[in-house]
């Protein structure tokens, strides 16, 4: 483990793989192609974003802030089972266009 600088100015914790990446938090850099995996789930998000606005919200609000399915039933306004269904697709959805992206 390294210590290594971002654009932001900060420190983070980084690591040298066998697998060509480099561990950066909890993302990851590719050396062979030079993408950060945090882009490309910025641009699959937004891409989920503009056909499903809600199931979007669902991925942002439980991973990115950290709530769990009755917490974002309560802000969406919606059942816990519409979240469950909306992770669900969600999740299959963006490991199909993850996995293009960095396969």
């Known amino acids: 483990m390294r210590k290594v600088n971002n654009s932001g100015g900060g420190l983070h914790l980084a690591r040298q793989s066998r697998t060509g ?6 993302f990851r850099y590719r ?3 030079g993408d950060w995996e945090v882009l490309l789930l910025d641009d ?5 974003a503009e ?3 809600r199931r979007s919200q669902v991925v942002e609000l439980r991973y ?9 039933a309560g802000v969406l306004k919606i059942s816990e089972n519409t979240v469950t269904r909306d992770w669900n697709m ?4 963006l490991y199909q266009e993850l996995s293009g992206s960095v396969a």
């Open 31 to 33: 050396e062979d192609t």
């Open 21 to 26: 990446f480099r561990c950066v938090d909890k």
């Open 51 to 53: 056909m499903d606005a």
């Open 64 to 72: 990115f802030g950290g709530l769990n399915n009755e917490e974002i």
């Open 44 to 48: 699959a998000l937004n891409r989920l």
């Open 90 to 93: 969600a999740r299959a959805w």
